[in-house]
């Protein structure tokens, strides 16, 4: 157990609403993911961070942004919400070292009607 | 660019038997290959890990072949229990490294699914 919590576990939320999910991790690992995972997709990464403030896009980083003030925190906001968003959210972190093995939470269930 | 396939069919196998899933990927040469398991309604969790110049590792009921000629690994489980059911990811470190990003790109998985 990595010590990673994601909150909300479920959310439903409307079309053209904002939203924000977050993660937090207890043991200061510098690398934070955030995924998406849908039938026939698999795992696709939205956005990823390495270090306080230093973020980059994934390859499906359209319609969300991210940020990390703090080493713990790494929140997912969806600006305005559409149906194609509606997913299972994962977050995860990577341990440093020859081959960074990922740690996952226990994940987001979003809908968006 | 970079693909990695699965077979997305799901794995049925008899509880006691041996189950080998495949992960191919093509189009570059990753430095390591990595196995998760994932649970219904879980994330996903580390399994294995093998590196480019390893052609095997073994943990417990669990094997890992890499055959970067093939650009093919071969995940196996022996002596099967119901209790192995559950969807099994590959993951490879992109092209360039994750040196700097951790980054994974990961296949869809094979589901397995061990019958008593």
């Known amino acids: 157990d990595a010590g990673i919590t994601q909150s909300p576990r479920h959310k439903v939320t409307e079309t053209g609403t904002p939203v924000t999910l977050r993660c937090h991790q207890t043991e200061n690992h510098r690398y934070m993911y955030w995924y998406r995972q849908d039938p026939g997709h698999g795992l696709r990464l939205i956005h990823y961070?390495?270090?306080?403030?230093?973020?980059d896009k994934g390859e499906v980083s359209d319609g969300y942004s991210v940020s990390r003030s703090k080493t713990e925190d790494f929140l997912l906001t969806l600006e305005s919400a559409t149906s194609s968003q509606t997913s299972v959210y994962f977050c995860?972190?990577?341990?440093?070292?020859?081959?960074?093995?990922?740690?996952f939470g226990p994940g987001t269930r979003l809908t968006v009607t | 660019s970079q693909k990695i396939e699965q077979n997305s069919e799901a794995l049925n196998i008899q509880e006691g038997k041996t189950a080998t899933l495949t992960c191919n990927y093509t189009?570059?040469?990753?430095?390591?290959l990595q196995w998760y398991r994932q649970d219904p309604g879980r994330g996903p969790v580390f399994l294995l890990l093998i590196r480019e110049n390893e052609k095997e590792k073994r943990k417990e009921r669990l094997k890992v072949t890499f055959d970067t000629t093939l650009k093919q690994s071969l995940f196996h489980i022996t002596a099967s229990q119901p209790a192995d059911s559950a969807t099994y990811l590959c993951a490879l470190d992109p092209p360039g490294g994750s040196s700097n990003t951790g980054k994974l790109i990961f296949g869809q998985g094979t589901t397995l699914q061990v019958k008593p």
């Open positions: 961070s390495y270090g306080v403030k230093d973020t």
């Open positions: 995860a972190i990577s341990v440093a070292g020859v081959a960074y093995e990922q740690y």
């Open positions: 189009n570059y040469s990753p430095a390591y």
